[in-house]
């Protein structure tokens, strides 16, 4: 299948049609993650079930500390749980030993991580290639140029991280959790560090991808009118889901999220 710009106008795959199995691409049942012990053990999460179904993006919102980022490390394999599944399609990820995790990881999973995580001695370019030289695998050059180009990276692909802005760090992130086209991505506040017109350029990115390749999002963003670019929005709270919504507006997240504020916080 080619992946060359812009994305193909008909899709590979049925995008629609209530006859069409719902594909689940991840899951956590019951998932609790608990950190340190004694004084200062925190529950981060607290027995979270949520599906995340293939071809759907999903935006996670909620307090600073409510569990989104511990959320996306356990669901990516790249933090262990305290108890409950986490899985990835229908491999449950405690099944597996370390080789197999980082193998899943690799092949099956992108992470935007919320402090972009990119090698400080590599260039851009490198550090977007990283994972697939790492796996022995060469990238698709016709989609890495189209990632490098939606992201407006072209011109710094030779600069390394500490000769780019916060933005076009995140952007080399995104790109890089892009490039080996991940059945799943999960991206912790892709659009944190960037103006508004490069969020909306990235959000246009990730919600075109969906349909036309069946890409599966899930997006922890602060920003109500980034949620807005998601199919729905789950909100949690000291580490439990409390609620969600479907086809969101940025008003209509806007005013749950004043109705936590207004409920008041619990700590
Ligand atoms: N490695 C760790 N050791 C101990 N506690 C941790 C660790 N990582 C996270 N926590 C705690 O778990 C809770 C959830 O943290 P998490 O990073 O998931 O929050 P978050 O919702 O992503 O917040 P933010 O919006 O600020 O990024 C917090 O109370 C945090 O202090
Ligand atoms: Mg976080």
Redesign the pocket.
């Known amino acids: 299948m080619s992946r060359s710009a812009p994305f193909p106008t008909s899709a590979p795959f049925p995008t629609s049609g209530a006859a069409a199995p719902v594909a689940v691409a991840a899951r956590a049942t019951e998932l609790s993650k608990v ?2 012990q004694g004084e ?1 053990r ?1 529950v ?1 999460l607290d027995a979270v079930s949520v599906e995340f179904r293939r071809a759907e993006f999903t935006a996670i919102m ?10 996306m490390h356990c669901m990516a394999g790249l933090d262990s749980l305290s108890s409950g599944s986490a899985r990835i399609g229908d491999v449950e990820l405690a099944s597996l030993n370390d080789r197999e995790l980082t193998r899943l990881r690799r092949g099956r999973v992108g992470f935007v991580f ?1 402090a972009f995580n990119l090698l400080p001695t590599l260039n851009a370019i490198e550090n977007i290639t990283l994972p697939m030289d790492i796996a022995g695998r060469r990238p698709d050059q016709a989609w890495l140029d189209q990632i490098v180009a939606t992201m407006g990276l072209s011109a710094r692909l030779t600069h390394r991280p500490s000769q780019l802005s916060g933005g076009q760090q995140q952007r080399v992130a995104v790109a890089r959790a892009l490039a080996s086209q991940p059945e799943i991505i999960f991206a ?2 892709p659009t944190g560090n960037l103006d508004s017109r490069s969020g909306a350029e990235l959000l246009g990115f990730l919600q075109e991808s969906v349909p036309a390749l069946r890409q599966t999002v899930v997006m ?1 963003t ?1 920003d109500p009118v980034a949620a807005s670019y998601a199919d729905r929005v789950i909100f ?1 709270a000291d ?1 439990r889901i409390v609620d969600e919504l479907r086809g969101p507006s940025a008003d209509a997240v806007l005013d749950r999220m004043k109705a936590f504020d207004s409920k008041g916080r619990t700590n």
């Open positions: 950190y340190g200062t925190v981060a909620g307090p600073s500390g409510s569990g989104k980022s511990t959320l919320q912790d506040e922890v602060h949690l580490g």
